[in-house]
């Protein structure tokens, strides 16, 4: 409780920002906390967000809301970073709750802020408070990102959105080399249309690709844009009581590529027979 009392400010900033109700729950306060090596949790009790240090400066992934910045910001500095370090600011995907804070951050921080090709002009919409969408570099699948001796592989995995992107990365942590992946998503969003998608005709063949891509990733630590993806809450309170690292271990990224695939499968074969 002492951790919750310490973010009283919040509400005052959620309403400076014209935050909805909504997003307050959205931006409730997470405890932030090493994962392994060099990656942190930043992000709130509903958004993934990653600080990946270097001696460079920081890759921050995902700025969620403008409204959760502040909820970010506060969390990298309980870790003992500054936030004015983060050099590159990434994303997941191009929706409100992983990409809309990205103007806000780099006004902070004057990060280059990458984006996958694909969701450039869904990204281009996204103007809280009529702010330009900034973009230094666009990124294409299989792109490094590289700071201070540290790389990340953008990979499409393209479904949830166009440009949806996983990103991978290898870390050392106690002599040992761990291969991170953080899954952008591979969910099917209520009202998602996945035959005959005039807008997105390609959608159901992208999910296939995807699926079979980060099937082939190697996985030691499963992260996600959602926490509950990789089941944040539980594997935090593991951490807290000492013993192995619970973020280690290629079960729950299997677990949850079966649960999503089948999904989709259901989905799909549900609105192939409503056009029939």
Known sequence: MRYLKSFSWLPLVAFSLGQAPAQIQWNK?????????????????????????????????????ETTVPVIRASVEKLGFRFTDIKILLGSHAHADHMEGDALVKEFTAAKVM???????????????????????????????????????????P????????????????GKTYNVVIL?????????????????PQIADDYVRSF???????????LASHGSFY??????????KGGPNPF???????????RKEKEFKAKLEEQKAAKR
């Open 248 to 258: 280690v271990g290629p079960q729950g990224y299997r677990a949850h590529l079966d």
């Open 115 to 157: 984006a996958m090709e694909q969701d450039v002009p869904a990204l281009m919409k996204m103007k809280p408070g009529n702010k330009p969408h900034p973009i230094d570099r666009i990124l294409k699948d299989g792109d490094l990102v590289q700071l201070g001796g540290v790389t990340l592989v953008a990979h499409l995995t």
């Open 159 to 174: 479904g949830h959105t166009k440009g949806c992107t996983t990103w991978t990365l290898k870390t050392q942590e106690n």
């Open 212 to 222: 079979k891509l980060l099937r082939a990733l190697p996985c030691d630590v499963f």
């Open 231 to 240: 089941g944040l809450e539980e594997k935090y309170a593991m951490l807290e």
């Open 29 to 65: 306060p997470f405890p932030p906390h090493k994962v392994i090596g060099n990656v942190y949790f930043v992000g709130t009790e509903l958004l993934g967000s990653f600080l990946i240090t270097t001696p460079e400066g920081h890759i921050l992934i995902n700025s969620d809301f």
């Open 184 to 200: 952008g998503s591979i969910g099917v969003n209520p009202g998602y249309v996945l035959v005959n998608n005039q807008e997105y």
